[in-house]
Each structure stands twice: as C-alpha cells, then as structure tokens.
C-alpha cells in the first residue's frame, strides 16, 4: 500500500521567512496530494490540493509542488504570519483511479516567532 | 447539516469497557472515513464507507473495532473492552464521492481517554 513519508517533524521559522515542507509517496499510481493544517485543538482543514497532471499550483502566500518521477511533493509558505503557526498534513491517494482513502503524513508542527 | 458532526466531544472510560463514537456527515456526502490521532502522531486511517458499505477495513488495528454506517448518513465506531493503547482522538471525515479526489470535510473529533 502507500505510504507518505513527511519532512521536517518541526520547522520554526521567523515571520515573514519562508517555510517548506516536503512529502515522498511510495505508489507512483497515487495521483491526488492534500494539504492539510490543524492549528491547535481544531480539526484539520484542507489548504491546497494538486492533482498529477501538473507540477504546481500557487494560492495567495502558499504553493504546491509535484515531482512525479521523483515521487515527492512540497508546500511552501511565503511571508510567514504567526498566524501560519499549525501542524501540516501531507496526503496522497490514488483518486479516481481507486476508491482508496487519503493515506497522511505524520505531520510538521511550524512555528512562526514574531 | 452545515458540517460533519462528532459525538461525544469527550469521552473517558474505564478499560474493559464498550465505547460507541458517533458520526452525522454533510448531508449528500457519500463517503465517510474514520482516522485515529494519537498524541503527537498523524493521522491512521482505520475504515471507510461508500454509502452503507466499507470496502477498505484495512485498518481497524483489531477484532475490537467495528464500525457501521446506516442509511448512508450517521456511522457508528465501537470499541470493544477498550485498552488503554486506545486513548486517542477519533475523527471522522466525509467527502461528497469516494476516491481521494475529493477534499475531506473533518468533523471535530471524539477525544477517547481509556483510565
């Protein structure tokens, strides 16, 4: 089955650096990858997603990147606000190609100093 | 409803015990997923449904967990003679089809503590 390796564990950054966080699936025939953010308490929520049929996809101050040879993915989060502070999921799945669950990531806790 | 919706938010029990964790997904979403989160851990996901039927039980961690879904809305995780290894938040997802092409809606989870 699949399975998502995520790095780092921990990640503090300064506000208003970057942040990137970087995600390896096993099954090159997993085709959709999720991000997700739980801040503290809440439930996970669904930041940005892309799909394999293209390499990058960029939302405000987060983007996400695919390499399928690879096999890996990345988030990155331009001019962190403490706001940002949160632990991110990475996910992949083979979507339509098969009804199979999300498998996660064990997460990266960022935290944004003021 | 507006939003996937857990009950109990909390639940404590002693080990031995039978615990019921309840799940109302959006309204029209066909599938459901249960994930277990372990303190500091990520997400592992134990079962899932389309409509009233689980294809994937791959992982329900023993013969203890079952879960059920009726009328292809509210599902039902039960633990058996819960273990204190157990204690874990629970949380139930629904997306509007299977197939992770479609993004989860988490509902709040049931935070279960086996004493």
């Known amino acids: 089955g699949e399975n998502v390796e995520q790095h780092p564990s921990t990640l503090s950054v300064q506000e208003g650096d970057s942040a990137v966080i970087k995600c390896t699936y096993s099954?090159?025939?997993?085709?959709?990858f999720p991000w997700y953010k739980q801040e503290l308490g809440k439930r996970p929520q669904l930041i940005i997603d892309i799909r394999s049929n293209v390499g990058e996809k960029k939302d405000q101050r987060i983007a996400v990147t695919l390499n399928k040879t690879a096999k890996h993915f990345s988030l990155h989060i331009t001019e962190t606000q403490p706001e940002d502070s949160a632990v991110y999921f990475c996910a992949a799945s083979k979507g339509a190609k098969g009804n199979t669950p999300l498998v996660f990531g064990k997460g990266t806790r960022l935290s944004v100093i003021a | 409803g507006a939003g996937v919706s857990q009950s109990p938010s909390n639940k404590v029990t002693e080990k031995g015990k039978d615990v019921e964790l309840r799940c109302d997904p959006i309204s029209g979403h066909t599938a459901l997923y249960w994930y277990r989160q372990s303190l500091g851990q990520g997400l592992e996901f134990l079962i899932y449904f389309q409509g009233n039927s689980a294809p994937d039980k791959s992982g329900l961690p023993s013969d203890r967990f079952s879960a059920e879904r009726t009328g292809g809305s509210v599902s039902t995780l039960t633990i058996q003679r819960t273990q204190q290894e157990d204690s874990a938040v629970y949380l139930c997802?629904?997306?509007?089809?299977?197939?992770?092409?479609?993004?989860?809606?988490f509902g709040s989870g049931t935070r279960l503590t086996v004493v």
């Open positions: 099954d090159s025939a997993s085709n959709y």
């Open positions: 997802a629904s997306s509007l089809r299977p197939g992770g092409n479609y993004g989860y809606t």
